[in-house]
């Protein structure tokens, strides 16, 4: 279940045009609100996202841990072309040790779409540069598919 983040400053971040003025609960990806569940066991917690999240009702998830991969976990990659392609079986993620980790990332995206639509999810905010929730990735793709907006911290004000 999500929490609603809150302080001053409640509406920072979002107006009438913006995606993130959709109303419901937002889908973020936890590193960017400090949860250590990086690859490499770290966060990349996000004060512009925490100010432009405030006063809304947050889901997070990391797709990777969803899947049971575990933090730490060895670094992947997408090969082949993007999360888009992954899900149609045209391309894989591979781990930089070269384990094959495709069916974990559908499955971590599968999860996150399902959280999402359990918690009537119309907009997420995800990390750039994962090969799960980038712009280019497979739960990015997904949410997508699924009608959901999606965002990267690089798109906030």
């Known amino acids: 279940?999500?929490?609603?983040?809150?302080?001053?400053?409640?509406?920072?971040?979002?107006?009438?045009?913006?995606?993130l003025a959709v109303p419901g609960p937002v889908l973020v990806s936890a590193c960017l609100l400090g949860a250590r569940c990086r690859w490499d066991g770290g966060d990349r917690r996000d004060e512009r996202a925490l100010a432009a999240l405030r006063g809304r009702e947050v889901i997070p998830i990391c797709p990777e841990e969803a899947a049971g991969l575990g933090t730490p976990r060895p670094p992947c990659d997408l090969a082949g072309g993007d999360g888009?392609?992954?899900?149609?079986?045209?391309?894989?993620?591979?781990?930089?040790?070269?384990?094959?980790?495709?069916?974990?990332?559908?499955?971590?995206?599968?999860?996150?779409?399902?959280?999402?639509?359990?918690?009537?999810?119309?907009?997420?905010?995800?990390?750039?540069?994962?090969?799960?929730?980038?712009?280019?990735?497979?739960c990015a793709a997904l949410l997508a598919r699924c009608g959901i907006v999606v965002l990267h911290e690089g798109d906030l004000p």
């Open 1 to 19: 279940m999500g929490h609603r983040a809150t302080g001053p400053g409640a509406a920072a971040g979002r107006d009438a045009g913006s995606p």
């Open 84 to 138: 888009a392609d992954v899900l149609d079986g045209g391309a894989r993620v591979v781990s930089r040790e070269g384990a094959d980790l495709t069916s974990a990332f559908v499955r971590g995206a599968s999860a996150a779409a399902e959280t999402a639509r359990g918690g009537r999810v119309r907009v997420a905010l995800l990390k750039e540069g994962s090969p799960s929730c980038g712009s280019n990735g497979v």
